[in-house]
């Protein structure tokens, strides 16, 4: 079973970026991942995925602003998040994609705010 470790989350401005990174214990070369958010109150959703590939996808609210990649060298897929705005405060976690339940992690929290 592999083991994801998420973290680079943080206090952030309006507008400001930050770059997450979640590193597996095992190799997720041939696994498609995802990045997942949950607000306070609301149901974790999926952001962002990568396939096996290497082949993007986002969700409507982050098109355009974030940026999936894996390194399967370093087991670690990232998300860049520019523009950030206040609604994208949550918790951020990785999994694969779909989710394995055993799979989830701390995940990192991000808060964006003046």
């Known amino acids: 079973q592999v083991q994801l470790v998420e973290s680079g989350g943080g206090l952030v401005q309006p507008g400001g970026s930050l770059t997450l990174s979640c590193t597996a214990s095992?190799?997720?070369?041939?696994?498609?991942m995802g990045w997942y958010r949950q607000a306070p109150g609301k149901r974790r959703d999926l952001v962002a995925g990568?396939?096996?590939?290497?082949?993007?996808n986002y969700a409507e609210p982050v098109e355009g602003r974030f940026t999936i990649s894996k390194d399967n060298a370093k087991n670690t897929v990232y998300l860049q998040m520019n523009s950030l705005k206040p609604e994208d405060t949550a918790v951020y976690y990785c999994?694969?994609?779909?989710?394995?339940?055993?799979?989830w992690g701390q995940g990192t929290q991000v808060t964006v705010s003046s």
């Open positions: 999994n694969a994609n779909p989710p394995r339940a055993g799979y």
């Open positions: 095992g190799s997720i070369r041939l696994f498609s």
């Open positions: 990568i396939s096996v590939g290497g082949r993007a």
